[in-house]
C-alpha cells in the first residue's frame, strides 16, 4: 500500500509563490508517473502538472506553463509543485496522485492514477 501525503499549502497573496510537497511511502511505492492534480468545490478534479518517476519527463496543463514547475527527488520519495505568479483562481485543493501502470498510464487522465493523498489546501487572495 502506498501513502502519500502532502504539505506546504496556505494562504498567499496574488502574485507569490508557494511550494508543495508530497512525501510517499510503502513497501510497493514503485510509480510510473507521479501527478498533481486540483478541485474546487462543485468542479471535477483537474489535471496540473506530472512527471514520470525514472525519466523525469514532465506535462503541464497549459494555464500553469512557465509558472509551475514539477520535480521529483527519487532518494526521498518525494515530489514537490513550485507554483509561481499565483493567481486567485489558482484556489484549490490540490492533491498528489501516483500511477504504478506504465502501460496505461497518461498523464492527464486522473483514472490511471492509484494512489492518492488527502490533498493541501492554495488560497490565493486577490
Known amino acids: 500500500q502506498v501513502l502519500l501525503v502532502e504539505s506546504g499549502g496556505g494562504l498567499v497573496q496574488a502574485g507569490g509563490s508557494l511550494r508543495l510537497s508530497c512525501a510517499a511511502s510503502g513497501r510497493t511505492f514503485s510509480p510510473y508517473g507521479m501527478g498533481w492534480f486540483r478541485q474546487t468545490p462543485g468542479k471535477e478534479r483537474e489535471f496540473v502538472a506530472a512527471?514520470?518517476?525514472?525519466?523525469?519527463?514532465?506535462f503541464y496543463a497549459d494555464f500553469v506553463k512557465g509558472r509551475f514547475t514539477i520535480s521529483r527527488d527519487i532518494a526521498k520519495n518525494a515530489v514537490y509543485l513550485q507554483m509561481n505568479s499565483l493567481r486567485p483562481e489558482d484556489t484549490a485543493v490540490y492533491y498528489c496522485a501516483a500511477g504504478s501502470d506504465s502501460r496505461t498510464w497518461y498523464a492527464p487522465v486522473a483514472r490511471e492514477y492509484d494512489s492518492w493523498g488527502q490533498g493541501t489546501q492554495v488560497t490565493v487572495s486577490s
Open positions: 512527471i514520470t518517476w525514472s525519466g523525469g519527463s514532465t
